[in-house]
């Protein structure tokens, strides 16, 4: 079986892809405001980049596991927030201040991934 932090980076990019595709073409049926439409297009992009980088995490600094719940957070709050809020901005009003605590959370991701002790990388 998989490390979790692999499958989790897999699905939300997997996830990543759908939701963008979903913006670009299923929400402008519903959605006039290209603001809200352009929301929607960060979030599915900081959520495949951040993807990403778990699945790197998850290899090259397995052990990294602050720096990998980090960016499993963020991607949760920032983006999950993100999403929510453009397809109803009133009903999800209150999740406005999640939006900045996932960004932290991905920063910090980045931050504790760069002091990671002895990352691994594949040797040839």
Same mark, same amino acid.
């Given at each position: 079986?998989?490390?979790?932090?692999?499958?989790?980076?897999?699905?939300?990019? *997997?996830?990543?892809?759908? $939701?963008?595709?979903?913006? @670009?073409?299923? %929400?402008?049926?519903?959605? +006039?405001?290209?603001?809200?439409?352009?929301?929607?297009?960060? *979030?599915?992009?900081?959520? $495949?980049?951040?993807?990403? @980088?778990?699945? %790197?995490?998850?290899?090259? +600094?397995?052990?990294?596991?602050?720096?990998?719940?980090?960016f499993t957070a963020g991607m949760t709050m920032f983006s999950g927030s993100i999403y929510l %809020?453009?397809?109803?901005?009133?009903?999800?009003?209150?999740?406005?201040?999640?939006?900045?605590?996932?960004?932290?959370?991905?920063?910090?991701?980045?931050?504790?991934?760069?002091?990671?002790?002895?990352?691994?990388?594949?040797?040839?």
């Open positions: 079986m998989p490390p979790p932090f692999w499958t989790i980076g897999c699905l939300y990019g *997997a996830s990543s892809v759908m $939701l963008g595709a979903f913006g @670009a073409h299923g %929400l402008k049926k519903r959605i +006039a405001d290209p603001a809200r439409l352009a929301n929607w297009s960060t *979030a599915a992009h900081y959520q $495949l980049i951040h993807s990403l @980088a778990l699945t %790197l995490t998850s290899v090259a +600094a397995p052990h990294n596991t602050i720096a990998a719940s980090l %809020l453009v397809l109803d901005p009133q009903r999800f009003k209150a999740l406005g201040p999640v939006t900045p605590l996932g960004g932290l959370c991905l920063i910090g991701g980045w931050v504790a991934l760069a002091v990671t002790k002895k990352p691994v990388w594949p040797r040839r």
